[in-house]
């Protein structure tokens, strides 16, 4: 029989493990994807939706927004989430200022479209 101590090690050693094995994949996948042009926009804080956190959010520490890399949850593509896009997500649109993209326009719309769709035919199905 192991103590509450021993399990505990024993937990937080397949947590470290299994943390290292996501850090390595992340960089293999890294290395995969195109490197994004570079450009950057600069931040205006007090523009930025109201949020309360233990820190400011990254690109607002640096002072701009720089062009970031992602790969669509949806179809899987290799896109990249421009400077000025993140500037009006966070900025006019009020954005959540920890989010960021993970679709691509095309399966955005076409997400948008399907919802707009469903939520017609609850309306029209509820009238009747």
Same mark, same amino acid.
Not at 7 to 31: C, F, N, T, V, Y
Not at 57 to 85: H, K, M, N
């Given at each position: 029989? %192991? ?5 505990? $090690?024993?937990?937080?050693? *397949?947590?470290? /493990?299994?943390? /290292?094995?996501?850090?390595? $994949?992340?960089?293999? &996948?890294?290395?995969?994807? !195109? ?13 930025? $939706? ?7 959010? *990254?690109?607002? *520490? +640096?002072? =701009? =927004?720089?062009?970031?890399?992602? %790969? ?5 593509? &290799? &896109?990249? #989430?421009? !400077? !000025?896009?993140?500037?009006? #997500? =966070?900025?006019? !649109? ?11 326009? $095309?399966?955005?719309?076409?997400? +948008?479209? /399907? +919802? ?13």
């Amino acid at each position: 029989m %192991i103590s509450g101590k021993q399990k505990r $090690a024993a937990i937080m050693a *397949r947590r470290h /493990e299994r943390r /290292e094995q996501a850090r390595i $994949a992340a960089l293999r &996948q890294d290395s995969v994807i !195109a490197p994004a042009p570079c450009s950057t926009v600069p931040v205006e804080p007090d523009l930025l $939706a109201p949020y309360s956190s233990y820190g400011d959010p *990254r690109f607002v *520490r +640096r002072g =701009y =927004y720089l062009d970031e890399r992602f %790969i669509c949850r949806d179809c899987g593509s &290799q &896109q990249v #989430w421009t !400077a !000025a896009q993140q500037k009006w #997500w =966070y900025e006019t !649109a009020k954005g959540y200022v920890y989010s960021t993209a993970i679709r691509c326009s $095309a399966c955005r719309r076409a997400r +948008r479209a /399907e +919802r707009t769709s469903s939520n017609k035919r609850t309306t029209t199905t509820t009238l009747d």
